[in-house]
């Protein structure tokens, strides 16, 4: 990994400014997240009816007691705010792993078996389909289900032995081609449902579930970028001598792709960090986010919209976190870039 | 033509995955359209009535022929078969009636479908212009405090999630200031307009913040390029040089870009139409799927799927059309 | 990076402007102070929500009720008391056995079409209503009419126990005496609808009933307009020339448009607003408070653990502040200690209510066998129990208190969020949850409608049980059908006192509150009513707008004052 930034890249990343700016906001959240729990003065957790509540039952703002004011519930803003920080990050930097493993493999695959044999889709099998699927209309779902099935063994079957013979001609399937038309079908469904589907299959909307459900749904944007990098990686001749060696699959990927590819899948996962922040706080505000009373800044801003009028205080601040966390990631991620890939003037 | 095909199959997938992730939902319809009152008895009727007692597999069935299907080129509202049918000529779409509005969900789509589009096309314009004009500036004063402030600006706006950007304009210009509506559509054309401003330009920025970006150092790379070189060296005005040869060659991946954002906005504004509360598509899923409208859900699915679909078949195709180079290897 | 700090300055100022200091209310519009109502203006609302329907067969909400009550008019109406008193009916009459309810209505009464209306109209409306093929979300209130069941079950062609008896006389046969009949009857399904809509339910009918208005136009999702029926019955009225009901406004728009005059009436105030506007002596006269009954509380599964110990249900009832969750939307919660709120009986001062006492709550928990030490922390109920809210009203909020009172006297609840339908599924399913929030709102005032619906057996099923704490108790049930049979008002507050008793002692539900809105109108708005069944009672109001109501509150957009205002 440290083979990618060389000195050069180094040296022009420290030069550039925003870079130092991102840098320095990437800091100060982390420390903010590890270090303001320990500083606050309240448990986030408990609410405060007597000194947290103005006299008419609103919550107080901004003073000596409550740093940032109360929140709709009298609790204090401050370490709500720091232990949201934590979740946060937590949450965003966990899902980009998972959404670039993921997506990484994917597209590294797809990149690398690009335009290859790959395997026969039998014209049996989608012919039984087809008739599943006019079956199921006509309104005799069983018999539907039963084809569909019927297909599935013709095509595996065929996968099995087409390595023998070559049985039921069809059209091509190739690993690139068949993912790629996964992350087709992926990009064009509707975000929410899916999130609403996935939280249902849960069954709980914990920190891990937010997690998945953020990594699972954002790893196609990678694919694509990494695929496209493969390909251009795959035609060099360093791979190309490998493969005539006969090195397995998985080294070249590993040893000799895998570094070719990372400058830009870093930079990409800076990125993602950045939008998955938003993502959690834009899931807290259509209400499939984490459960309360867990203080995530997501949660906060939707806890404070209602209040904007009478305690600005309360979407104010968490607003702000956010701004200004994407802000970081979003600057390092470019200043990573820059470094990497510079635009002489 | 293999395109089209692949295209309305992944339309086709989309829609029935929703159909069954829909069915898997816990949740019961009838339920939400009895009330949380009801009688058993009562929303048990109301069940029958909906069809929602039969099998998921005879329920999808059943939508998928009425999909898609011929009859009659002139009928009534009223009639029991295709009442809730939108027809070209002879050609019927069906996709049944809203559990909660208990009108025909074509009839909705059809309202709601020119105001998405409207704001969509506000959105995209609004984020082009900008986009380019800014990033053009950022260009040519390139490292200078201006290009800085434009392109820190940018990131700023890429950074700020849409209901944040909402949320601040709304308070500012719409609560305070009270220069625009805070919310809604309006009555008449004038208000119409009026009422677009905020959440286009909510959209907008977001988008004209992303635009700036690639503008500027598509600009930057394409000035450097020989041809241009060789307009300076002719002795053209550097206003011209820039217009002409480095803007033309920075927008065509701008085209590609409005061209998906187009489709994907067509479903997607969910959280801006929700915010500004105006009555489009995206505000229509969101309350569908709140209140599990099953038919309602589906109509936004398939246009929204549609939508991305098609903006990204026509991209494909306006790329080969457009840069000869992707043209013959395809 | 110097670019940075200017930044940070321009987010400083606009922070500023934004944040400014709170303006008071604008002050209301004069009246021109006339005595006698004139006819003459149009009246304006508004509602952040919207309405799905305007046929009376099928409306299952409030706000679709407001619509109603002014395009249809019923045999018998409430008055501010919520009594049932005659409207299109002049009087009726219940037979002495008190099985039969005869109505006779008045001469001359026309609908929006002009045909006149009978008893035969009244007869065809009401078998529409019920007819099995109508999406009705209420046909079961009135399943003690004789033939109910056949006309329902399609044996019938018609509903046997509705008799037209001549052509201004309709009666109603019951199978049994039936107390709160009445109070069902005057509701909105059965009202008389225009021979337009047959006999058949049919969405696609254009809405013509017999009401005061009559509708001019419905624009979806946006408004509606009705205009004044020159026929109405009362002679004179009603007053106002048109009404415009507009649709999916934001309350602070409400609020704007109130102040510029634009709307006359608010029902809809944010928590804020309600402050602002109650501590303002110049609004103070002109808002008040509706009774309409609404009660929430926690609900307890008495069939699952913990909660089939009577004792953890005393625990938790006597845990709960009350006055701390009053906290989250003071003007709005009024604490609730037992089912039947003051209007409709439950107006004794020394009734064993539930109440907050924690050191009972303690006591309880003791005498279920889970002591619990708030010193250490040790003992109480060792799992954690699920708690489903949603994302509506209050719940989320008085959810993260109720976990924090909870937790003091050793019950720790886990809160899960999920959306309203789930939310519904999971609490009428039988085995499914523990502890739930949970709220009932009045369907037609009558206590037994707090009551049967909510913890008779017979109100429980096993997928869809409005009974959601499972509660049953023979005792209870006798109450309630002898309750439900007794036509002698006092003997009647007597057995529902005592049935409340039984629910408020053996707790499956932990009374919270209940739910009142505040309403503002302006000064030239005279004759409003707060009626006790329905909001915003509009039938009787006329405007007392002096001639040039121009609104000195028209926000001029000054920005530069703002700014000035600002850098003072």
């Known amino acids: 990994m440290i083979r990618i930034l060389d000195a050069r890249a180094r040296r022009r990343f420290w030069k550039n400014r925003g870079a130092r700016v991102g840098v320095w906001l990437v800091v100060v959240l982390v420390v903010f997240a590890a270090v303001g729990p320990l500083l606050a003065q309240h448990d986030p957790y408990v609410s405060d009816f007597t000194t947290g509540a103005t006299s008419l039952g609103e919550p107080v703002g901004p003073s000596s007691m409550y740093w940032l004011g109360t929140d709709r519930v009298f609790r204090d803003v401050f370490v709500r705010l720091a232990y949201g920080a934590r979740l946060s990050l937590v949450i965003a930097i966990s899902a980009t792993v998972i959404s670039t493993v993921i997506g990484a493999g994917v597209g590294l695959v797809a990149g690398f078996y690009e335009g290859s044999e790959g395997a026969r889709v039998p014209y049996a099998s989608i012919a039984l389909a087809s008739v599943a699927l006019v079956a199921t209309i006509a309104g005799r779902g069983r018999v539907g289900g039963v084809l569909l099935v019927l297909a599935f063994v013709v095509a595996v079957t065929a996968w099995f032995l087409s390595r023998r013979i070559r049985l039921l001609d069809g059209p091509r399937l190739d690993a690139d081609t068949g993912l790629m038309r996964l992350v087709d079908i992926g990009l064009s469904f509707p975000f929410l449902l899916l999130v609403m589907a996935l939280a249902a299959a849960f069954d709980r909307t914990t920190v891990s579930t937010i997690l998945w459900t953020l990594g699972l749904t954002s790893w196609l944007g990678t694919a694509r970028v990494v695929r496209a990098k493969t390909l251009s990686v795959r035609n060099l001749d360093f791979v190309g001598a490998a493969r005539a060696l006969g090195q397995p699959v998985y080294r070249i990927l590993v040893s000799h792709v895998l570094p070719n590819v990372a400058g830009p899948v870093i930079v990409l996962s800076t990125a993602q960090v950045a939008s998955m922040i938003v993502a959690e706080s834009v899931l807290s505000y259509l209400g499939v986010g984490i459960a309360p009373p867990t203080p995530t800044w997501g949660h906060m801003l939707y806890e404070g919209q209602d209040s904007y009028v009478s305690a600005p205080w309360m979407l104010v601040v968490p607003a702000f976190a956010i701004l200004l966390s994407v802000l970081g990631f979003n600057l390092l991620g470019e200043g990573l870039r820059d470094a990497l890939d510079p635009k002489e003037d | 033509m293999r395109r089209m095909a692949w295209a309305l199959f992944v339309v086709w997938a989309t829609t029935t995955v929703t159909f069954f992730i829909n069915n898997v939902l816990p949740s019961d319809p009838a339920r939400m359209v009895a009330g949380a009152q009801a009688r058993p008895k009562d929303v048990e009727r109301i069940r029958q009535q909906l069809g929602l007692d039969r099998p998921v597999l005879e329920q999808y069935g059943r939508f998928m022929r009425r999909l898609v299907h011929f009859g009659p080129s002139q009928f009534t509202p009223k009639d029991p078969v295709h009442g809730t049918c939108a027809n070209v000529w002879r050609l019927h779409f069906d996709l049944g009636k809203s559990y909660q509005q208990r009108r025909a969900v074509t009839t909705i789509l059809g309202e709601r479908l020119p105001r998405t589009l409207f704001l969509a096309l506000a959105a995209v314009l609004i984020q082009t212009l900008l986009g380019v004009i800014t990033g053009l500036i950022a260009a040519v004063k390139r490292n200078t405090a201006v290009d800085h402030l434009t392109v820190g600006g940018s990131l700023v706006g890429i950074s700020a999630p849409t209901f944040i950007i909402g949320l601040a304009l709304q308070f500012v210009l719409a609560h305070r200031l009270r220069l625009l509506p805070l919310d809604g559509f309006g009555d008449t054309n004038v208000q119409h307009v009026v009422c677009l401003i905020l959440p286009a330009l909510t959209l907008g920025i977001y988008g004209a913040a992303y635009y700036t970006r690639i503008v500027r150092d598509e600009l930057i790379t394409s000035i450097k390029q020989d041809h241009v070189r060789t307009a300076r060296a002719k002795g053209l005005p550097m206003w011209r040089v820039w217009l002409k040869h480095a803007l033309r060659n920075a927008l065509v991946p701008l085209v590609t870009l409005i061209g998906l954002d187009l489709g994907a906005l067509v479903g997607g504004a969910i959280v801006t139409e929700t915010l500004f509360r105006w009555p489009g598509l995206g505000a229509l899923s969101v309350s569908a799927l709140l209140d599990r409208d099953g038919p309602v859900i589906m109509g936004t699915v398939i246009i929204s799927s549609a939508a991305i679909v098609l903006a990204n078949l026509v991209v494909d195709l306006s790329y080969a059309l457009l840069d000869p180079r992707v043209r013959t290897s395809s | ?568």
């Open chain 3, 1 to 568: 990076m110097r670019w940075i700090p200017r930044k940070t300055e321009l987010i400083a100022v606009a922070a500023c402007v934004a944040l400014g200091c709170h303006e008071p209310p604008a002050s209301p519009l004069a009246a021109a102070g006339g005595t006698t109502a004139v006819r003459g203006g149009e009246l304006h609302l508004a509602s952040f929500a919207d309405i799905k329907s305007l046929d009376p067969a099928v409306a299952s909400d409030t706000l679709t009720g407001e619509a109603i009550e002014l395009i249809y008019a019923g045999l018998v109406d409430f008055d501010d008391q919520g009594h049932v008193v005659p409207d299109l009916a002049e009087r009726l009459e219940r037979s002495d056995d008190g099985t039969v309810y005869r109505f006779f209505l008045r001469e001359g009464i026309r609908f929006h079409d002009g045909s006149l209306l009978t008893a035969h109209d009244a007869k065809r409306s009401i078998e529409r209503a019920l007819n099995p093929d109508t999406p009705n979300s209420f046909a079961s209130f009135y399943d003690r009419i004789v033939g109910f069941d056949d006309y329902t079950q399609r044996h019938a062609e018609h509903l046997e126990g509705v008799i037209v008896e001549g052509e201004r006389v309709l009666a109603v046969h019951l199978r049994e005496v039936d107390a709160s009949f009445l109070a069902a009857f005057a509701m909105q399904v059965l009202r008389p609808v225009c021979p337009s809509a047959g006999d058949r339910y049919d969405d696609t009918w254009a809405p013509c009933g017999a009401g005061p208005f009559k509708l001019d136009t419905w624009d979806r999702g946006r408004s509606i307009r009705v205009v004044r029926f020159d026929q109405w019955w009362q002679p004179g009225k009603p007053y106002l020339d048109a009404l415009t009901y507009t649709y999916s406004m934001n309350q602070v728009t409400q609020r704007f448009k109130l102040e510029q005059g634009d709307m006359d009436i608010d029902r809809e105030l944010s928590l804020s607003d309600i402050f602002r506007y109650q501590n303002d002596a110049r609004w103070t006269p002109l808002g008040a408070y509706d009774e309409i009954p609404s009660i929430n509380g926690e609900e307890m599964n008495v069939e699952m653990p913990p909660f089939d110990n009577v004792e953890i249900r005393r625990a938790v009832a006597t845990a709960i502040d009350r006055l701390q969750l009053q906290k989250l939307k003071t003007p709005s919660l009024v604490p609730l200690y037992r089912t039947l709120v003051p209007i409709l009986g439950g107006d004794d001062p020394a009734f064993p209510a539930q109440r907050y006492d924690y050191d009972a709550a303690l006591e309880h928990m003791k005498r279920a066998g889970y002591p619990y030490d708030p010193k250490t922390g040790q003992g109480g109920w060792p799992k954690v129990i699920t708690y489903p809210t949603y994302k509506q009203g209050l719940n989320e909020y008085t959810a993260q208190v109720l976990q924090q009172q909870l937790a003091k006297i050793g019950i720790r609840i886990e809160i899960k969020v999920v959306s309203y339908p789930t939310y519904l599924m999971m609490t009428k399913t039988r085995g499914a949850v523990a502890l739930a929030p949970v709220g009932w709102q009045q369907d037609f005032p009558d206590p037994s409608d707090f009551f049967e619906p909510i913890f008779a057996t017979s109100a429980i099923n096993d997928e869809d049980s409005n009974n959601g704490s499972f509660y049953s108790n023979p005792k209870l049930d006798e109450l309630l059908v002898r309750g439900r049979k007794e036509l002698d008002p006092l003997v009647r507050k007597k057995l529902y006192d005592e049935a409340d008793a039984i629910i408020c002692d053996e707790a499956p539900w932990a009374m919270e509150y209940q739910y009142r809105y505040y309403g503002i109108h302006q000064p030239y708005v005279r004759g409003i009513r707060w009626n006790a069944v329905w909001p915003n009672y509009v039938r009787d109001v006329w405007l007392d707008k002096p001639h040039a109501i121009a609104s000195t509150n028209r926000h001029v957009p000054n920005v530069l004052a703002s700014i000035w205002k600002v850098l003072q």
